[in-house]
């Protein structure tokens, strides 16, 4: 479909991402053109997923086995042995959707993965999230400042991100605040000119609260419904997974779809989609996502000593450097997954 060529053109390409503590003046730069021999998109790419979103149902209204449904809500499912169907109720009526097999990928709120009664195990962090997008040019107040960067401090850390049109900021929600505080122009203007360490009045074109999660969906198939992207699992963004880890599961499933339905494989194949999503998620896309917050909020003086010394190996052997380049950009990952067996 060329859709990631496309994403390219249009998107922000990121191959350097850093590590910075305010407490430190070192910096800890990883680049993904390392890894170049191994494939053709060695970055990170930051295109918004509602640019993405719009971009993908103009290339699907093309394609004759597409089919696009809008203003339908998900009201029930059922499957026998040989489909299975959904319900959508639409202006007032109920319409059923029949097929060999149905993918929720509709996120953390699932609807399909609540019919199936599927618990989402796992935690949500007690403390509120905040991103602030501006056009400002946070850049100018950083020597040489990545366009991925991850800010530690015990009390007030960052991520900034660079995307095609914005800065976002992200921090997390000082104690007991109000929504409406964190919506309002003076917790904008605390984290802007904290940031850039100025007393400039910084406009933000958008504002965000949201909660973050770890959480894992216990199964991710009942019968012939399977989870895969958020609605299957959830992590906290320091690092990148989510989106990353999803579109894995979407390709690891329809690979297994495409066997079963096009060359007779067993649909033992599904049991083992979800035995290989599942283990990688919780051994190392949870796990590493926690240790990154961790390393964004630690106070800890010896864990911080270790850890910098970590970074600095890394930075410093090129042996070691790859594997964590590999383990981050989930290389390890999907060669884990395809060790796995039933």
Request: net charge negative; charged share 30%.
């Amino acid at each position: 479909l060329g859709i990631a060529e496309r994403m390219v053109e249009r998107g922000l390409v990121c191959p350097v991402y850093q590590y910075r503590d305010r407490r430190s003046p070192e910096v800890f730069s990883f680049d993904l053109t390392e890894l170049s021999d191994i494939t053709k998109f060695p970055y990170r790419l930051q295109y918004e997923q509602f640019k993405f979103t719009q971009y993908l149902c103009k290339v699907l209204a093309s394609e004759q086995h597409a089919m696009l449904r809008f203003s339908h809500e998900v009201v029930g499912v059922e499957q026998n042995t040989e489909a299975v169907t959904v319900l959508a109720e639409h202006q007032g009526s109920i319409k059923r959707f029949k097929a060999d097999y149905v993918i929720a990928a509709e996120g953390a709120n699932s609807i399909l993965r609540r019919k199936m009664d599927i618990d989402l195990e796992g935690f949500t962090y007690p403390e509120k999230f905040v991103t602030l997008s501006t056009t400002y040019p946070i850049e100018q107040h950083f020597d040489g400042l990545s366009n991925v960067n991850y800010i530690a401090d015990q009390e007030a850390w960052v991520l900034l991100l660079r995307t095609p049109d914005y800065w976002r900021v992200l921090v997390p929600a000082p104690e007991n605040s109000t929504d409406e505080y964190l919506l309002s122009d003076k917790f904008k203007d605390h984290v802007l000119r904290d940031v850039t360490r100025t007393k400039r009045t910084i406009a933000s074109e958008h504002r965000v609260i949201y909660r973050i999660h770890q959480r894992v969906a216990r199964q991710y198939r009942v019968g012939r419904v399977l989870l895969a992207g958020d609605a299957a699992h959830l992590n906290n963004p320091l690092g990148g997974f989510g989106m990353n880890s999803g579109i894995h599961d979407a390709w690891n499933l329809c690979d297994k779809l495409d066997q079963m339905l096009n060359f007779g494989a067993d649909s033992s194949l599904l049991d083992l989609y979800e035995k290989q999503r599942q283990t990688v998620t919780r051994d190392f896309i949870q796990a590493q996502s926690i240790k990154n917050k961790r390393r964004m909020e630690q106070d800890d003086e010896e864990w911080l000593r270790e850890d910098r010394e970590e970074l600095r190996c890394m930075c410093s052997d090129d042996e070691l450097r790859r594997k964590y380049l590999l383990d981050q950009a989930l290389f390890s990952s999907l060669a884990n997954a395809d060790q796995i067996t039933l």
